[in-house]
């Protein structure tokens, strides 16, 4: 139990939605690359997003920031939502990660594997 209490003194907190991951999400935007290390940062991030560039993807992970923010829901589920938003647009670096590495294709021109049909 003094382990995970030290543990979570150590987290660096400094105001709500600023909870310091320990390690940053890198995320690609044209030539720039951005590191992303709070839910504050997530959602300053999102609302520079181009606007003609948002759909469904995008609500859900602007919505789990404000959640975070306002605390209705941890950090890290916030966090994981931005990341499947930077995975599915195409912005995320994995970096040592194969966890967060995706192939080429996008989310959308996946087909089924061979002798499966696709439900009607």
Known sequence: MDAVAGAAR?????AVGTMKTGVPLKVR????IEEIDS???AADFLQ?????RRGHVYRSALNACSAAIAAQISEADAMK???GFARVTG???????????????SVQSRTPKQGRQMPK
């Open 10 to 14: 150590k987290a660096k907190v400094n």
């Open 29 to 32: 935007v044209e030539d720039e």
């Open 39 to 41: 839910v504050s940062e």
């Open 48 to 52: 520079r997003w181009p606007l003609e």
């Open 81 to 83: 939502v931005f990341t």
């Open 91 to 105: 912005i995320l670096i994995a970096e040592g990660n194969p966890a967060m590495a995706m192939d080429a294709r």
